[in-house]
Antibody
């Protein structure tokens, strides 16, 4: 069974940093691309970032480009999101999500329950 | 970025009703289009991928259609478990944009 479990959420002041982790199990982690998707309170889904299976290719939403960094450790089956220069509008539940397939174009087939990040002074 | 316009933003329906939700992409995204269901406090769940392919375990009352820029999710006979919020998404271009969501409420 595919399982994705996020950790590292919390309260941080504007301008601060936080690192989220996502522990993956139940599949060959190194074979699948991964994503982060966030949802602000009462709002819709916003795709944040993508990393391919090897970690060599990454993409970001314009809203986080230059502030967030996605990475992965295939030996430890871990996905990360380093979030710097945090703003009030980054407050959200952050979900990690696995591509459904190993192909270049793939929907998001499996999701974690999410980690809440609150940016507030 | 590709803009996805989803409509309606909410709808009221009764069990047994046929429900249709539409999404329009600002550019051709081929068939790389998906639909997700989300219930309060839960993670989204993939329903449909590649425009019309049913994800494993999803009831056959859900179906998807369309191509290019216009896509539709249909629930043929609404069940009590289907009252939720539905999102569409294109995954042809980065960023992988979502629609704004459609809340399906009890009439």
């Amino acid at each position: 069974e595919v399982q994705l479990v996020e950790s590292g959420g919390g309260v941080v002041q504007p301008g601060g940093s936080l690192r989220l982790s996502c522990a993956a199990s139940g599949f060959t982690f190194s074979s699948y691309s991964m994503n982060w998707v966030r949802q602000a309170p009462g709002k819709g889904l916003e795709w944040v970032s993508y990393i391919n299976y090897s970690g060599h290719t990454t993409y970001y939403a314009d809203s986080v480009k230059g502030r967030f960094t996605i990475s992965r450790d295939n030996a430890e089956n871990l996905l990360y999101l380093q979030m710097d220069s945090l703003r009030d509008e980054d407050t959200a539940v952050y979900h990690c999500a696995r591509d459904l397939s190993g192909y270049s174009y793939s929907s998001l087939g499996y999701w974690g329950q999410g980690a809440l990040v609150t940016v507030s002074s | 970025a590709i803009r996805i316009t989803q409509s309606p933003s909410s709808l009221s329906a009764s069990t047994g009703d046929r429900v249709t939700i539409t999404c329009r992409a600002s550019q051709d995204v081929s068939s790389y289009f998906a639909w997700y269901q989300q219930k309060p406090g839960k993670a989204p769940n993939l329903l449909i991928y590649a425009t019309s392919s049913l994800q494993s375990g999803v009831p056959s009352r859900f179906s998807g259609s369309g191509s290019g820029t216009n896509f539709t999710l249909t629930i043929s006979c609404l069940q009590s478990d289907d009252f939720a919020t539905y999102y569409c998404q294109q995954y042809y271009y980065y960023p992988r944009t979502f629609g704004q969501g459609t809340e399906v409420e009890v009439k």
